[in-house]
């Protein structure tokens, strides 16, 4: 019995879970609660929000399946993005408890080593689009470029390391997340998949 129950509680990575496209990604959410107005209690339950969007209209099977591609890579890296965006955040809050700069910079040394020793092998998994995606999903969580996030956090030559390195893949670090032009579609499946309705 107690196999069974670290058997179940084994984590798995995001890019290792078998995308199921006719199952939502995300869990919806429903929570409930209780407001007090003028002396009294009123219950309420309060739900994801659901987005109406015309049924997509392909005019052959090539954009139909260039959709149900774009849909996959969003629910297999969408995921590691929103990690992404935890690991910024507990690292910023840490590094304000620091004491001072050398302090920071050893928390960072061992930041980068956790990181690349967890996320390289990881990264590996993704496809080259995927990888790509990646990059404007990170943007679209934390609201700024990996390039900035890597140069705030390890420094410029490091940053510029890094893009040298995605250049070389033909990819960007510096690539901006556009929701309103060019990656209307991808937040159309974002927003659907957040709420659990891809």
């Not at 893009?163 to 990656?183: H, M, P, T």
């Amino acid at each position: 019995m107690a196999s069974a129950q670290v058997k179940n509680s084994i984590r798995v990575n995001p890019e290792d879970r078998i995308v199921d496209m006719d199952n939502p990604t995300f869990v919806p959410m429903v929570r409930m609660g209780k407001a007090f107005v003028d002396n009294d209690s009123i219950q309420y339950v309060e739900l994801n929000n659901v987005y109406v969007y015309p049924t997509p209209t392909f005019q052959n099977a090539k954009q139909r399946a260039a959709y149900n591609r774009l849909v996959y890579n969003v629910k297999k890296v969408l995921p590691i993005a929103k990690e992404v965006n935890k690991i910024i955040i507990e690292t910023y809050e840490y590094l304000e408890t620091l004491p001072n700069k050398k302090a920071k910079d050893e928390h960072m040394k061992l930041v980068e080593n956790s990181i690349k020793k967890e996320y390289t092998p990881r990264m590996k998994k993704l496809s080259y689009s995927q990888g790509k995606l990646l990059i404007k999903l990170i943007y679209r969580e934390c609201n700024s470029n990996s390039y900035n996030l890597i140069q705030a956090f390890l420094g410029p030559v490091k940053a510029g390391f890094y893009q040298a390195f995605a250049w070389c893949f033909g990819a960007s670090l510096k690539k901006d997340y556009d929701a309103q032009g060019v990656d209307r579609l991808t937040e159309r499946i974002v927003l659907q998949v957040e709420s659990g309705q891809l």
